[in-house]
């Protein structure tokens, strides 16, 4: 074989080896069914009539642009993700899909996400969707996660934007009750996800990511911690007494909040080594219960609502 072969067979086309499992890894599925059930709690609680076809669009286009923001996080984190033992198996750091290749996917899903929305439900939905995509990818991934130790604070505004962009599908306008939703997943974050960075500091400190654990050791973050879920359960409660929700979602919100601020004490009280990873994985597991069935909560009421004049 001439040398010229030889070169033209060394930089030819990369054959891909990514499968199906490794491009539906690139949409971080357990943060996608998150933001597909907040989004629908958005839709279910939405005054007036929502056609079908159009809800369920609106579902897709949501949960399409949070898999796009989860692939182009992927592609910009990939030598962040190959440091940590959470995210090495992921699908860029193990070579199964380049970086140019997850860019191009979480563009592409980027684009049609929002283009669909704003053509078949509305243009306030569609430009709330690219600015929670922009929001995720450029302001969360690209400067607050790698500069910052309040980057999941100020980047959880990212995750807590779904509900909303469900509202605005339905009703074309902004209300209380999806700022409701939204504040109660925004103070959720802290606690949940530095319950985990707690007992995964280690990972952090080795891919150099600033995260409070990190920064300001691990005393200062159980002290975080509880603030935020004490500002939390106030947060989750106060929709009850101001009229926004009803009595039986206030009864459910002050047991889980009682749960939860319970656990968070526990968490800033408990420092020995052993006891402290009890009490964060117990948070951390704690926390989605709770964000869940408070939500749950208000999607069961709503559909009761719409089959209560049918039955009766």
């Known amino acids: 074989m001439s040398v010229i072969d030889q070169n033209a ?23 996608m069914s998150l933001v597909i059930f907040t989004a629908l709690i958005g839709l279910l609680i939405a005054p007036g009539h929502f056609h079908p076809v159009l809800a369920i669009t609106s579902l897709l286009s949501i949960a399409v642009g949070a ?8 592609a910009l984190e990939g030598d962040i993700d190959a440091l940590m033992s959470r995210t090495a198996n992921r699908p860029i750091p193990r070579g199964r899909i380049t970086r140019q290749e997850a860019l191009a996917f979480g563009i592409t899903l980027s684009f049609f996400s929002v ?3 704003g053509i078949l439900v509305n243009w306030f939905a569609g430009a709330l969707l690219a600015f929670t995509i922009f929001f995720y990818v450029v302001i969360y991934t690209l400067w607050l996660k790698r500069w910052t130790a309040q980057n999941i ?3 959880g505004a990212a995750g807590a934007l779904p509900p909303v962009v469900a509202w605005v599908s339905a009703t074309g306008s902004i209300a209380p009750e999806p700022l409701w939703l939204f504040l109660i997943i925004f103070f959720w974050t802290p606690p949940h996800f530095w319950a985990l960075a707690l007992f995964r500091s280690d990972d ?11 920064v300001a050791g691990p005393d200062a973050t159980r002290l975080q911690i509880l ?3 004490i500002v939390l359960v ?7 007494p101001l009229g926004y929700f009803d009595a039986v979602y206030g009864i459910v919100s002050l047991a889980l909040g009682a749960g939860m601020l319970w656990l968070a004490i526990e968490v800033f009280r408990k420092r020995e080594r052993s006891q402290s990873l ?15 069935a408070l939500f749950a909560t208000l999607g069961l009421e709503a559909v009761a609502r719409m089959i209560a004049p049918l039955i009766w």
């Not at 952090?204 to 990190?214: D, I, K, N, Q, S």
């Open 9 to 31: 067979i060394a930089v030819g086309p990369r054959i891909s080896e990514a499968d199906v499992g490794d491009y539906l890894a690139l949409l971080k599925p357990r943060v």
């Open 67 to 74: 898999g796009a923001s989860g692939a182009l996080n992927m």
């Open 115 to 117: 283009l669909t929305l």
């Open 153 to 155: 604070v100020i980047g």
């Open 204 to 214: 952090y400190a080795r891919a150099g990511v600033p995260m409070l654990p990190v």
């Open 227 to 229: 603030l935020y879920t």
């Open 234 to 240: 106030a947060v989750a409660l106060a929709p009850w």
């Open 278 to 292: 009890r009490a964060n994985r117990k948070l951390f597991a704690f926390s989605i219960l709770y964000l869940f």
